[in-house]
């Protein structure tokens, strides 16, 4: 898509490339989906979206901040401002159509213009009858609303409890165990005492911008060391 404008008295044309209309890629393998946009571009921010319309979800955002299984392919092509992005770790859940969008910078940022968009086929499955699988990659919620976070945990994997943490590594900050009522604004979404229960899925109500970061599925098992799986996490934005 082309966007002309006039910034001042001069005159400026913007266009997104997104070159390939389709991939397909197997199920577990990587994917690299190109865009680039001219080096007239105004002044604005670029993330990719999957799907379009208000069901649309945040994939990546080119700000700095860290998005599991997302990350930004190095600049290849002279005199163009590269907005390619690698996916790793497919699934049958990530196909769909992404777009690259350029926003302008603002509170709530406003699109500018969106590439034509990269159907994205995934063939063949994952082994998910032992992995913690998290749907979504990214979610955004408003301040004060109520967002949920997936998790399916198969019950093939060993027995032990089931944690959410946000962040990872030592600094990590437990949100949530489904043992006791520590945690006044997160509830789970299922019955997770039912037998044969996989879904541990939270909810987390009154939402603040302090609960803007990544969150992780964690499975555990009896014994010591018992931390036996995470998932990929999803990151939630506030705004």
Same mark, same amino acid.
């Given at each position: 898509?082309?966007?002309?404008?006039?910034?001042?008295?001069?005159?400026?044309?913007?266009?997104?490339?997104?070159?390939?209309?389709?991939?397909?890629?197997?199920?577990?393998?990587?994917?690299?989906?190109?865009?680039?946009?001219?080096?007239?571009?105004?002044?604005?921010? @670029?993330? =990719?979206?999957?799907?379009? &319309? $208000?069901?649309?979800? %945040? *994939?990546?955002? !080119?700000?700095?901040?860290? #998005? /599991? +299984?997302?990350?930004?392919?190095?600049?290849?092509?002279?005199?163009?401002?590269?907005?390619?992005?690698?996916?790793?770790?497919?699934?049958?859940?990530?196909?769909?159509?992404?777009?690259?969008?350029?926003?302008?910078?603002?509170?709530?940022?406003?699109?500018?213009?969106?590439?034509?968009?990269?159907?994205?086929?995934?063939?063949?499955?994952?082994?998910?009858?032992?992995?913690?699988?998290?749907?979504?990659?990214?979610?955004?919620?408003?301040?004060?609303?109520?967002?949920?976070?997936?998790?399916?945990?198969?019950?093939?994997?060993?027995?032990?409890? @089931?944690? =959410?943490?946000?962040?990872? &590594? $030592?600094?990590?900050? %437990? *949100?949530?165990? !489904?043992?006791?009522?520590? #945690? /006044? +604004?997160?509830?789970?979404?299922?019955?997770?005492?039912?037998?044969?229960?996989?879904?541990?899925?939270?909810?987390?109500?009154?939402?603040?911008?302090?609960?803007?970061?990544?969150?992780?599925?964690?499975?555990?098992?009896?014994?010591?060391?018992?931390?036996?799986?995470?998932?990929?996490?999803?990151?939630?934005?506030?705004?």
């Amino acid at each position: 898509m082309i966007l002309s404008f006039f910034p001042g008295n001069s005159f400026e044309e913007v266009k997104v490339d997104q070159p390939e209309s389709s991939v397909s890629v197997n199920a577990g393998d990587e994917v690299t989906l190109p865009c680039s946009m001219s080096s007239l571009s105004p002044k604005g921010t @670029v993330s =990719w979206f999957k799907e379009d &319309g $208000p069901k649309r979800q %945040l *994939i990546y955002s !080119f700000n700095g901040n860290h #998005f /599991p +299984r997302v990350t930004q392919v190095q600049k290849t092509v002279p005199n163009q401002m590269d907005y390619s992005i690698r996916i790793s770790d497919m699934s049958p859940k990530d196909a769909g159509t992404y777009f690259c969008v350029l926003l302008k910078k603002g509170n709530p940022a406003m699109e500018l213009m969106s590439g034509p968009g990269t159907y994205v086929s995934v063939k063949g499955t994952t082994d998910q009858t032992s992995h913690v699988q998290q749907n979504e990659i990214s979610r955004t919620v408003e301040m004060g609303k109520t967002i949920t976070l997936s998790c399916t945990v198969p019950d093939t994997l060993p027995s032990g409890p @089931v944690a =959410w943490f946000k962040g990872s &590594g $030592p600094n990590r900050k %437990l *949100i949530f165990n !489904f043992k006791d009522d520590r #945690f /006044p +604004r997160v509830k789970a979404t299922a019955d997770t005492s039912k037998a044969g229960n996989t879904d541990f899925s939270i909810r987390i109500s009154e939402v603040s911008l302090a609960d803007a970061g990544t969150y992780y599925c964690v499975k555990f098992k009896n014994g010591k060391p018992n931390e036996y799986q995470s998932g990929q996490g999803s990151q939630v934005f506030v705004t």
